[in-house]
């Protein structure tokens, strides 16, 4: 169960990081002509990846078509790059993003496809593949100084120490417990009013112990679906490398999904608010 833990920690860390690095970039560059292939957009690869991205938030130009800004700073934006692999049985594939300076800022997870026509198994691979780069939340933040040229180091900036922040505690409200029925008699409102929180406290603790909804997992590729008793697709999930934790899509979002004692937990961003689902699931 530690290590479960330690892996969720390591997966949330590096994904806040990676958020980070995201948002510092306007452009994504995708090319007409990916390395392995003859032709171009061939199986549909390129104009597939570009209307992803452009799904996701980014503005995505093909490298013959960039505007204006992003010509003159190719650092603006990351250039995509697809690494494929096909067979007679499967194709499999993952999305790097690159720098301006061919560093590699982030690998997708791979997605595999026993799709005999190309274009079908090349579309349902990197849309597996993609699955993990959608789990980011994404809002372009505009970095000051980005390097124009490749190759050129950014200054840090000085670092300021921020004065001590206090936060005054809230003085508890007292509540009067095991009242007798002559104090109950002589002051009925203040009584009311007093052990309102014990009544707050009571609902709360019923609404968390409710039973969480139970879903049925039938197995797609790479994953499953969570399907309830009617039955309704309501969430399909993507293996990772680490046990128990799958990478989560539904028409609320996207996110990670993890298993804590006995119960799942969907968790996912909207509107850069954290959201948090439990259930239980039925393999």
Same mark, same amino acid.
């Given at each position: 169960?530690? @290590?479960?833990?330690?892996?969720?920690? /390591? !997966?949330?860390?590096?994904?806040?990081?990676?958020? $980070?690095?995201? @948002?510092?970039?306007?452009?994504?560059?995708v090319p007409k002509i990916f390395k392995g292939f003859k032709d171009e957009n061939q199986y549909k690869t390129s104009t597939l990846l570009k209307h992803l991205f452009t799904k996701k938030g980014f503005e995505a130009y093909y490298e013959d078509e960039l505007p204006s800004d992003l010509n003159a700073n190719r650092c603006l934006g990351l250039l995509v790059q697809l690494n494929h692999k096909t067979s007679m049985f499967l194709t499999k594939a993952s999305i790097t993003l690159e720098d301006c300076n061919s560093n590699e800022i982030?690998?997708?997870?791979?997605?595999?496809?026993?799709? &005999?026509?190309?274009?079908?198994?090349?579309?349902?691979?990197?849309?597996? $593949?993609? =699955?993990?780069?959608?789990?980011?939340?994404?809002?372009? @933040?505009? !970095?000051?100084? &980005?390097?124009?040229?490749?190759? =050129?180091?950014? #200054? &840090?900036?000085?670092?300021?120490s921020a004065p001590p922040v206090t936060t005054a505690e809230p003085t508890p409200i007292p509540v009067k417990e095991n009242l007798k029925q002559s104090e109950i008699a002589a002051n009925p409102k203040t009584v009311a009013v007093e052990n309102t929180a014990v009544a707050a406290a009571t609902l709360s603790t019923l609404t968390e112990t409710s039973a969480p909804p139970v879903l049925y997992a039938?197995?797609?590729? @790479?994953?499953?679906? /969570? !399907?309830?008793?009617? #039955?309704?697709?309501?969430? &399909?999930i993507y293996s990772t490398s680490v046990p128990e934790v799958y990478i989560g899509a539904n028409d609320k979002g996207n996110g990670i999904v993890y298993k804590r004692g006995s119960q799942w937990y969907f968790e996912y961003y909207v509107s850069d608010k954290l959201e948090v689902e439990e259930f239980a699931i039925k393999f």
């Open positions: 169960m530690k @290590n479960i833990f330690s892996c969720l920690f /390591l !997966v949330f860390t590096f994904s806040y990081g990676l958020q $980070a690095q995201l @948002n510092d970039y306007k452009y994504i560059i982030y690998t997708s997870l791979e997605g595999r496809s026993k799709e &005999k026509d190309y274009i079908s198994s090349y579309k349902e691979s990197i849309e597996l $593949a993609f =699955a993990s780069i959608s789990a980011l939340p994404y809002t372009y @933040n505009p !970095v000051q100084n &980005k390097s124009v040229t490749a190759n =050129a180091t950014i #200054p &840090k900036a000085e670092e300021k039938q197995q797609i590729p @790479n994953g499953y679906q /969570l !399907v309830d008793s009617t #039955p309704k697709i309501r969430l &399909k």
